[in-house]
């Protein structure tokens, strides 16, 4: 199954059980009382899937981790590299 | 006695094949070849290093034959083509070159550390991986040289496609990897992709064909010389790539 297909059928799924809910095929008290919540909870589960998505990303982004270190290292290493080559009568 | 004793002398036959393609790398080629030797021969392992030059029109093959001279025809093998014909193709034509039983495939610019082969070499030995891949987002591992726009871009990227692809490796987009030769081969041949997605292609087609993969965190200093390249024709290309897989595989 394409990761496509994997998407559509969950996403089915969890509308059905939404649908059954919502048009008034399962009947308790407790649906009933919390019929609001029901109605609006797929777009409140994007919003806070949004939220979650937007705050993961930028805190990998400020966390990112910034090598200057392995910068620094590699610089030292290229001048070494030069100076041997040049030694070694290779020019370019 | 006698099982360890074939077994070093399977990792004795080993042979690893690196495959360079350069365009226009004539500042860093004898830089990247310099560093490679420096941290290879400090190991055991057997290797060679094919540098794959598409008709760069800066000379970059007149260096790599005063590097062949220095350093040996064994260790630097030259497989120059005739024009720029995309990366893909420089990988297939290398490999048919090879002599190694594994490849490692990285950029020439000096973004990609040789120093990290090595570990690339153990973790592959240690869990008879099929693939191991560097990754610049997991413990460890960073960039260097990326400001924030970039660093958003690549993280958002990373986890829309992380989200819809479920690749089982946390860079898709690098090309610092080392490959057995075998299941190198049966990628190239089932991607269809061309340019950079290409990278990513391979890491969704080695989930899809159920190829092992390790990682190794490893820092990614972006480009020392010349510039980077990430415009809006990248992204569109990301997107439709990204797409393309999510609807196929």
């Known amino acids: ?92 | 006695m006698a099982l360890s004793g074939s077994y070093s002398e399977i990792t004795k036959s080993d042979k690893y094949s690196i495959l360079l393609p350069t365009y226009n790398e004539r500042e860093n080629l004898p830089i990247i070849i310099w560093l490679i030797i420096k941290y290879l021969d400090n190991s055991d392992f057997d290797y060679e290093v094919i540098i794959i030059d598409d008709g760069s029109p800066d000379g970059t093959l007149e260096v790599a034959k005063q590097l062949q001279k220095l350093y040996g025809s064994n260790k630097i093998v030259l497989r120059p083509r005739e024009k720029k014909l995309g990366l893909g193709t420089a990988y297939i034509h290398g490999m048919q070159h090879a002599t190694g039983n594994f490849i490692i495939i990285m950029d020439s610019d000096l973004s990609h550390h040789p120093k990290y082969i090595p570990k690339f070499i153990e973790l592959q030995k240690k869990h008879d991986y099929d693939l191991v891949s560097g990754t610049r987002y997991k413990d460890g591992g960073g960039v260097y040289g990326w400001d924030f726009k970039r660093k958003l871009i690549s993280r958002g990227a990373n986890f829309i496609t992380q989200l819809l692809l479920r690749p089982r490796a946390s860079d898709l987009t690098g090309s610092f990897r080392l490959y057995k030769k075998d299941i190198l081969q049966k990628l190239i041949d089932s991607c269809v992709s061309k340019g950079y997605v290409f990278q990513m292609e391979m890491i969704i087609r080695a989930r899809q064909l159920d190829y092992t993969i390790g990682e190794v965190p490893i820092s990614f200093v972006d480009r020392v010389y010349g510039e980077s390249k990430l415009g809006g024709s990248e992204i569109v290309q990301f997107a439709k790539a990204l797409l393309y897989l999510f609807a196929t595989t």
Not at chain 1, 44 to 59: E, H, S
Not at chain 1, 76 to 85: C, V
Request: aromatic share 14%; charged share 25%.
């Open chain 1, 1 to 92: 199954m394409t990761k496509l297909l994997e998407w559509i059928s969950v996403t089915s799924a969890v509308l059905a059980v939404w649908y059954s809910l919502v048009g008034g095929y399962v009947k308790h008290k407790f649906i009933e009382d919390n019929m609001n919540l029901i109605l609006f909870s797929p777009i409140i589960f994007v919003v806070l899937f949004g939220l979650y998505a937007v705050t993961v990303v930028l805190y990998r982004t400020f966390t990112f981790n910034d090598c200057k270190d392995e910068a620094e290292k590699l610089m030292a290493e290229i001048e070494e590299a030069k100076k041997d080559l040049q030694d070694k009568g290779l020019r370019w």
